[in-house]
T-cell receptor, first 113, second 109 residues
Framework: KAGVTQTPRYLIKTRGQQVTLSCSPI?????VSWYQQTPGQGLQFLFE???????NKGNFPGRFSGRQFSNSRSEMNVSTLELGDSALYLC????????????FGNGTRLTVT | QKEVEQNSGPLSVPEGAIASLNCTYS??????FFWYRQYSGKSPELIMS????GDKEDGRFTAQLNKASQYVSLLIRDSQPSDSATYLC?????????FGAGTILRVKS
């Protein structure tokens, strides 16, 4: 079974630009979560989608948004990039079961200059 | 108080020894607990999940859960240099996982 696939793996953007990251979950997994990881803050929850609906949102500004498509693939968008948005963005998927663990993709390393 | 707390380490153990990693959480209603391993520059990899009090063993790994004391631990027996990584404790809260900051483990050969 293929794992969680995130594209692109690396991105370099300039302040003020916007970026879209993509995530394809494990086949059959309908929940997709996004996390931001930085050395100072660790893993911070961004949002979680299930059946194209955002069920949970972390404490991030409105510049961070996401969506999920009918095939469970998800995208997250960051507008008006700031230097502090430089981070590893991780997507994780899980089956419908509430107690199931998350399985992470390889992440997208975003550098904002 | 952070929701999930871990000692950042580094925890250094000699090869072949038992590494003991600890985690405490604040939400007494939490029911699902997980340990992830993260190598430098890589994404977190699930090692163990535990849902009820007591011990759960999987190969060289044992997870221990004590809900009354609100702590979770991970024991790694016969530690190997390849176990050197950051170990993340995670607690499920609703539909999201809340992570601790992670403990750096170094296994010296």
């Amino acid at each position: 079974k293929a794992g969680v696939t995130q594209t692109p793996r690396y991105l370099i953007k300039t302040r003020g630009q916007q970026v879209t990251l993509s995530c394809s979950p494990i086949s059959g997994h309908r929940s997709v979560s996004w996390y931001q990881q930085t050395p100072g803050q660790g893993l911070q929850f961004l949002f979680e989608y299930f059946s194209e609906t955002q069920r949970n949102k972390g404490n991030f500004p409105g510049r961070f948004s996401g969506r999920q498509f009918s095939n469970s693939r998800s995208e997250m968008n960051v507008s008006t990039l700031e230097l502090g948005d430089s981070a590893l963005y991780l997507c994780a998927s899980s089956p419908i079961t509430g107690d199931a663990p998350l399985h992470f993709g390889n992440g997208t390393r975003l550098t904002v200059t | 108080q952070k929701e999930v707390e871990q000692n950042s380490g580094p925890l250094s153990v000699p090869e072949g020894a038992i590494a003991s990693l600890n985690c405490t959480y604040s939400d007494r209603g939490s029911q699902s607990f997980f340990w992830y391993r993260q190598y430098s520059g890589k994404s977190p990899e699930l090692i163990m999940s535990i849902y009820s009090n007591g011990d759960k063993e999987d190969g060289r790994f044992t997870a221990q859960l004590n809900k009354a004391s609100q702590y979770v631990s991970l024991l790694i027996r016969d530690s190997q240099p390849s176990d050197s990584a950051t170990y993340l404790c995670a607690v499920k809260r609703g539909n999201k996982l809340v992570f601790g900051a992670g403990t750096i483990l170094r296994v010296k050969s």
